[in-house]
């Protein structure tokens, strides 16, 4: 698994999302230089190989390679990754990050559960057998939706990721998979730990309606809200990000 480790302080644990690579956080570079972070190519994303598997085999495999008492953060599918590790290793981890994720990526109608319509998963899997750069690139495109900065935004995006490989079509399929079945929702009450949740209002792939129903904030939870951000708002809202990230990490570390 490729790891690029970053600066020195306490350490922190970055999990890219589906689609692209850990590149995706260079511009977060400076902001967490009084950390030591280390910034994760996820199995099969970037330079690092594929791993058979499930949600809990990558969790494992990262837990293997990163040090004690970390705190984890996670953008997208990312922020499942980090959640589903702070539910099956309470003591390894320290506090949770998590960006424009859910619990349960996928819409669930019957249970009221805001979230991406199987349709759209399906046109994902179905292109991953057609033209895979193309397909790249439309995800992309849709992270930045609604954002006021969204043609900087996408570019900025499609250059970082590319500059890596693109990612391996088993991959993909792995994180798709997760995204339709995985659903951590029954096991929050379980976490006690500090928690900042992240949230783009116009996010076009995290539903707005997915933060209400939430476990609600607490001593130990907190949401941050950014009204004009969509799907990256490290991207499109750098410094309200920054602002309201850093607060939290220098309360809890």
């Known amino acids: 698994m490729h790891i690029q480790t970053i600066g020195q302080g306490h350490p922190i644990v970055m999990l890219h999302g589906w689609g692209?690579?850990?590149?995706v956080f260079e511009p977060l570079h400076q902001m967490l230089s009084q950390y030591c972070v280390y910034y994760v190519d996820l199995p099969g994303f970037g330079d690092s190989p594929a791993l058979d598997g499930d949600i809990d085999t990558w969790v494992d495999h990262i837990v293997e390679?990163?040090?004690e008492n970390a705190i984890w953060a996670g953008w997208s599918l990312g922020g499942l990754v980090a959640t589903r590790a702070a539910i099956r290793y309470p003591k390894h981890i320290k506090a949770l990050l998590t960006i424009a994720s859910s619990p349960c990526f996928m819409a669930r109608?019957?249970?009221?559960?805001?979230?991406?319509s199987p349709q759209v998963l399906h046109q994902f899997g179905e292109q991953l057998n057609q033209d895979l750069s193309k397909m790249i690139e439309r995800f992309l495109a849709i992270q930045a939706m609604g954002s006021e900065t969204a043609k900087q935004d996408i570019k900025q995006l499609r250059d970082l990721v590319m500059a890596k490989s693109l990612p391996q079509a088993s991959a993909l399929q792995q994180g798709l998979t997760m995204l339709k079945e995985?659903?951590?929702r029954p096991q929050l009450g379980t976490l006690d730990l500090p928690w900042l949740r992240v949230w783009g209002r116009l996010d076009g792939l995290v539903s707005r309606r997915v933060q209400p129903l939430m476990p609600p904030a607490n001593d130990q939870t907190?949401?941050?809200i950014l009204a004009k951000a969509s799907h990256a708002p490290f991207f499109s809202h750098?410094?309200?990000f920054s602002d309201g990230v850093l607060s939290w990490l220098n309360k809890i570390s």
């Open 238 to 240: 750098k410094q309200a």
């Open 109 to 116: 109608e019957d249970e009221g559960w805001p979230g991406i």
């Open 222 to 224: 907190e949401d941050l």
């Open 65 to 67: 390679k990163t040090p």
């Open 20 to 23: 692209v690579n850990s590149a």
């Open 182 to 184: 995985v659903d951590l």
